[in-house]
């Protein structure tokens, strides 16, 4: 199968940072998305990297490793509003986007 | 620009009967997928339309069902309900000519009981 891998709950404090990892297997996925899901809401895209490397968009970074199956989300000066599951997605070579079952943050004062 | 729009937000349903959801996609986009939400499994895809045509599938069984009209607007059915068939159902469209990004509607949360 084609399975995204990515813990299911994590807990941080407001201010500090935080990572939320996510693998796949290498040979089924091109690029990984990240998106956000507040509770009672749709999803909203947060990145997508295609290319090896970190990609940085103001609090939020996201990087990739295509050779080891293997993203992350770094989420900087954490906010309360941060609270929130970040799923991790990738489109396979059917391009059907596959999601993880997502890892809910809370963020603690 | 509007979003995806989807319908209807909230439905009860008994067991055996049938159900239809529609998506409006965002304007100028020709490709709208289908996931069910459940806490225990997270998204899981149901199908993926693209002008008209079924591109993808899930794996489902064929109680589930789509389909797409030449205004992209796509439809999802869902028959002889069962009780774990409870669940957020979302669309999401997206332009076939950029990274591929998924825009989601806000769900369509269907009980059965």
């Known amino acids: 199968g084609q399975n995204i891998d990515q813990p299911t709950e994590m807990t941080a404090t407001e201010g500090a940072i935080v990572q939320i990892n996510c693998t796949y297997q290498?040979?089924?996925?091109?690029?990984l998305f990240w998106y956000q899901q507040h509770a009672g809401e749709a999803p909203t895209f947060l990145s997508y990297n295609v290319l090896d490397g970190l990609e940085e968009k103001g609090r939020f970074s996201s990087f990739l490793s295509r050779s080891k199956g293997y993203s992350y989300l770094l989420l900087k000066e954490l906010q309360m509003k941060d609270s929130a599951s970040y799923l991790c997605?990738?489109?396979?070579?059917?391009?059907?986007?596959?999601f993880g079952k997502g890892t809910r943050l809370h963020i603690l004062p | 620009k509007a979003g995806v729009t989807q319908t209807p937000r909230y439905l009860i349903k008994t067991r055996g009967q049938q159900v239809t959801l529609s998506c409006s996609p965002i304007?100028?986009?020709?490709?709208v997928s289908w996931y069910q939400q459940t806490p225990g499994q997270g998204l899981q895809f149901l199908f993926e339309?693209?002008?008209?045509?079924?591109?993808n599938k899930g794996n489902f069984p064929g109680r589930f069902s789509g389909r797409q009209f030449s205004n992209s607007r796509s439809e999802m059915n869902v028959s002889t309900l069962e009780l774990g068939d409870s669940a957020l159902y979302l669309c999401?469209?997206?332009?076939?000519?950029?990274?591929?990004?998924?825009?989601f509607g806000e769900g369509s949360r269907l009980t059965v009981l």
């Open positions: 304007s100028g986009h020709r490709s």
């Open positions: 997605a990738g489109p396979n070579r059917d391009d059907k986007i596959i």
């Open positions: 339309y693209f002008s008209e045509t079924q591109r």
């Open positions: 290498t040979s089924g996925f091109n690029g």
């Open positions: 999401a469209s997206r332009d076939r000519t950029n990274t591929g990004e998924l825009f």
